[in-house]
């Protein structure tokens, strides 16, 4: 089960990158812990679909018209984004160690915010920023001007994407990406909910 106070972890084995390539899509404004738990539902093998990996789980459930019906039952929200999500991911054959940014977000429901959360806590060498709302009010509170939500063009959100780096190189956090977005999420938790990792 993934742990939303320990999302960080550069070891995981294959079935937890599968496992973590699907809570980063279902988690995209929702509460973490809720959705680690009904991640962990959906994944949850129920005779006759027994699984030897989250991603091959998906196949067999897709397999017997019982993908869609297991994302509602395991109250995982977005059901129709997921389903189409889920089922691309099993199926892309991706190397969830090495893949580029652009081979993740040609999975529907996966756009540049998510596969950078995917990717800033699973590689250690990842030069990247999750431009969620409270990394934008950071990057406000240190005087760089950005929109209240998640840029939607690509232009932009590389623009944004550079000024946070080159933030984090400033103040000598660029070696420790992911840390310092954990930071800044933990900080905001306590001024507010936060419902993404």
């Known amino acids: 089960m993934i742990d939303p106070h320990k999302i960080t972890n550069f070891d995981r084995e294959t079935h937890e990158l599968e496992e973590f390539a699907l809570f980063a899509p ?13 991640l962990d539902r959906f994944l949850t093998p129920s005779a ?35 389903t189409s999500c889920y ?10 160690r090495t893949c580029a940014l652009a081979d993740l977000e040609s999975i529907p429901g996966i756009g540049p915010k998510t596969s950078r959360f995917f990717v800033i806590h699973t590689r ?10 409270h990394i934008l009010s950071y990057m406000r509170s240190v005087g760089i001007d950005t929109p ?12 944004l994407e550079r000024a946070f780096l080159d933030h984090a190189h400033s103040i000598g956090r660029a070696d420790d990406l992911a840390a310092f977005d954990l930071e ?9 909910a936060r419902s993404e990792p």
């Open 26 to 38: 279902a988690v995209a404004g929702k509460t973490a812990a809720f959705i680690a738990r009904a």
């Open 48 to 82: 006759p679909f027994t699984h030897p990996s989250p991603f091959a789980h998906i196949r067999t459930l897709d397999e017997n018209d019982a993908l869609t019906l297991t994302i509602r039952e395991a109250r995982l929200g977005k059901w129709r984004i997921l």
């Open 87 to 96: 089922r691309a991911l099993a199926n892309a054959d991706l190397d969830l």
């Open 124 to 133: 250690p060498d990842a030069r990247v920023a999750v431009l969620d709302t």
């Open 148 to 159: 209240r939500n998640t840029p939607q063009t690509p232009k932009r959100y590389a623009e």
């Open 184 to 192: 800044i999420w933990s900080n905001s938790t306590t001024r507010s």
